[in-house]
Every structure is written in structure tokens, then in C-alpha cells.
């Protein structure tokens, strides 16, 4: 199993740029999250999908639009990058059967590192 | 979910033994304590959770005061892998939770060969 891959892992964006992200899973899970690190922080939800075809706004949504078309697939996009969008991007999945999210375990990629100039 | 509090850093020795400490006096009875540590330029990767007993497994032992006001993670014989970020993070999330991890800056541990 490769768990829960991102790509791409590095990406430089010049302001007003669009791209999307990518995060893949191969562990049939339901719950998949997408959160940003800037330094010195801890992560932040950006969006998060409860199951195919879901999508929900997490802490941080503003710039950013997610699809999940695929269980298995997440996707995050930036519509017009901004240099306050540079920042390490991690996506995470977890099994989450509603009411027992109180002992899931999260599963994250190793993460893209974008910088927007 | 409940807030954690945890020293910036902490320093030890190689194959010594490592304790590092997380107070969550507001945590109620149904949250559980995880841990989750993160390599440097890696995404966080699970450790250990309990609810009210202590808990080991491959990688750490879990230690919860009687009144689950604080919690300890235990490294039996820290290594130079072991030097991350690790964070103490409180999960509740029965019925409605959007089930996000609320991670807080964790404490960064260094291992000195």
C-alpha cells in the first residue's frame, strides 16, 4: 500500500496562477482533509469531504476550492494564487465511521511545499 | 475540542528515556488524548491515544494522570530518529464533528547523540 500520496511535491506560482493539487489514497477510506503548515504553526483545515462526492469548508477555505469526484482522490485547488497561499499543503484521510472519530487515526502524505512569488 | 498545553522544546540524550508532558485540564470525559509527532519536512504520522488507562505499543507508551487533567508520552530509548514535533492533540467528535485533527505547536524534541 502507498498509503496516502500528494503530488506534486514542490511548486513555484507567480500571483493571479492557478494549479491544483493532488492527493491520493489507496486505503478505501472515507473522511480525506486537506490542511496548510505555515512556519512555527500547526496544520490548518482548509476542507475536508466526509465521503464521494462530498466537500465541506474547514478553518482556513478562502482561496481555495476542493472536489471528490473519486473516493479514493482529493483534489485542492487555488483559483488565482496569492503569495499568502505559500505554504507547506498536507493531505490527510482517515477511515471516520460517524461517531467513532474520537479514536480514528489520520493518515498524511509527505506534502507539497508551494511558494507563490 | 479542549486546549493543550505543552513546552516549546525539550532536549535528550540519545537511548536515554524521554518524557514529554501535555496538561488538558478542560478535557472532558469523552475526549481521547492522541499524539502525533512530525519529522522534519515530513507530514505528522500517528503515535499512540488512550482515554483514561496507560497505553503502550510499538513506538511509545501513553501514561494519563488519574484525573486526566495531564498525560505523558514515554520514549523507552530515544534514538535520532525520534527528533520531531510532537503534538498533543484532544479528540472528541461524536455525532457532527467535521473529525479534524486541531493541532496546537507542539513540543520540538532534539536528540543529542
Same mark, same amino acid.
Given at each position: 500500500?502507498? *498509503?496516502?500520496?500528494?503530488?506534486?511535491?514542490?511548486?513555484?506560482?507567480?500571483? =493571479?496562477?492557478?494549479?491544483?493539487?493532488?492527493?491520493?489514497?489507496?486505503?478505501?477510506?472515507?473522511?480525506?482533509?486537506?490542511?496548510?503548515?505555515?512556519?512555527?504553526? =500547526?496544520?490548518? +483545515?482548509?476542507?475536508?469531504?466526509?465521503?464521494?462526492?462530498?466537500?465541506?469548508?474547514?478553518?482556513?477555505?478562502?482561496?481555495?476550492?476542493?472536489?471528490?469526484?473519486?473516493?479514493?482522490?482529493?483534489?485542492?485547488?487555488?483559483?488565482?494564487?496569492?503569495?499568502?497561499?505559500?505554504?507547506?499543503?498536507?493531505?490527510a484521510s482517515s477511515y471516520s465511521r460517524r461517531g467513532r472519530m474520537s479514536t480514528d487515526t489520520q493518515y498524511?502524505?509527505?506534502?507539497?511545499?508551494?511558494?507563490?512569488? | 475540542?479542549?486546549?493543550?498545553?505543552?513546552?516549546?522544546?525539550?532536549?535528550?540524550?540519545?537511548?536515554?528515556?524521554?518524557? +514529554?508532558?501535555?496538561?488538558?485540564?478542560?478535557?472532558?470525559?469523552?475526549?481521547?488524548?492522541?499524539?502525533y509527532r512530525q519529522l522534519p519536512s515530513q507530514g505528522p504520522e500517528y503515535v499512540i491515544h488512550g482515554l483514561?488507562?496507560?497505553?503502550?505499543?510499538?513506538?511509545?507508551?501513553?501514561?494519563?494522570?488519574?484525573?486526566?487533567?495531564?498525560?505523558?508520552?514515554?520514549?523507552?530509548?530515544?534514538?535520532?530518529?525520534?527528533?520531531?514535533?510532537?503534538?498533543?492533540? +484532544?479528540?472528541? *467528535?461524536?455525532? =457532527?464533528?467535521? *473529525?479534524?485533527?486541531?493541532? =496546537?505547536? *507542539?513540543?520540538?524534541?532534539?536528540?543529542?547523540?
Open positions: 500500500n502507498a *498509503g496516502v500520496t500528494q503530488t506534486p511535491k514542490f511548486r513555484v506560482l507567480k500571483t =493571479g496562477q492557478s494549479m491544483t493539487l493532488l492527493c491520493a489514497q489507496d486505503m478505501n477510506h472515507e473522511y480525506m482533509y486537506w490542511y496548510r503548515q505555515d512556519p512555527g504553526m =500547526g496544520l490548518r +483545515l482548509i476542507h475536508y469531504s466526509v465521503g464521494e462526492g462530498t466537500t465541506a469548508k474547514g478553518e482556513v477555505p478562502d482561496g481555495y476550492n476542493v472536489s471528490r469526484l473519486k473516493k479514493q482522490n482529493f483534489l485542492l485547488g487555488l483559483e488565482s494564487a496569492a503569495p499568502s497561499q505559500t505554504s507547506v499543503y498536507f493531505c498524511f502524505g509527505p506534502g507539497t511545499r508551494l511558494t507563490v512569488l | 475540542d479542549a486546549k493543550t498545553t505543552q513546552p516549546n522544546s525539550m532536549e535528550s540524550n540519545e537511548e536515554e528515556p524521554v518524557h +514529554l508532558p501535555c496538561n488538558h485540564s478542560t478535557i472532558s470525559g469523552t475526549d481521547y488524548i492522541h499524539w483514561t488507562s496507560n497505553v503502550n505499543n510499538r513506538m511509545a507508551s501513553l501514561a494519563i494522570a488519574e484525573d486526566r487533567k495531564s498525560s505523558t508520552l514515554i520514549l523507552h530509548r530515544a534514538t535520532l530518529r525520534d527528533a520531531a514535533v510532537y503534538y498533543c492533540i +484532544l479528540r472528541g *467528535g461524536y455525532g =457532527g464533528s467535521q *473529525g479534524n485533527l486541531i493541532f =496546537g505547536k *507542539g513540543t520540538k524534541l532534539s536528540v543529542k547523540p
